[in-house]
């Protein structure tokens, strides 16, 4: 397993722009696969975005064109960006990774055996 750790998170207006980042520690970041989630209260944590080793993505359909993942294999971290963010994004962003060995769903959060404690994100009107 890795170790995960999110920042970036923040109060933003809406129509507003924040990247989140996803520092991985560990060997091999390379060769996972990295998924963005979010959690709202009342809600089931859902995936957003996520990446594989070969740099291939997708996306829920609500975020597509809006939301970006990369990822830079050199520095070891993943990035979220998120643009023109409404209200209903406001929720606690998790990363999470898994070896490409068992990433068969990137937006399946059972797929993902290792995580980061979440960073919040609040979208004001």
């Known amino acids: 397993q890795v170790q995960l750790a999110e920042s970036g998170g923040g109060s933003v207006q809406a129509g507003g722009s924040l990247r989140l980042s996803c520092a991985v520690s560990?060997?091999?970041?390379?060769?996972?696969?990295v998924g963005w989630f979010r959690q709202s209260p009342k809600k089931e944590r859902g995936g957003i975005a996520g990446i594989n080793s070969h740099g291939w993505t997708k996306y829920i359909e609500s975020v597509k064109g809006r939301f970006t993942i990369s990822r830079d294999n050199a520095k070891n971290t993943t990035y979220l960006h998120m643009n023109d963010l409404t209200p209903e994004a406001s929720a606690m962003y998790y990363c999470?990774?898994?070896?490409?060995?068992?990433?068969?769903?990137?937006?399946?959060?059972?797929?993902?055996?290792?995580w980061g404690q979440g960073t919040p994100v609040t979208v004001t009107s």
């Open positions: 560990g060997y091999g970041f390379s060769s996972y696969c």
């Open positions: 999470a990774a898994t070896p490409y060995s068992r990433c068969t769903n990137l937006l399946e959060k059972n797929d993902y055996d290792s």
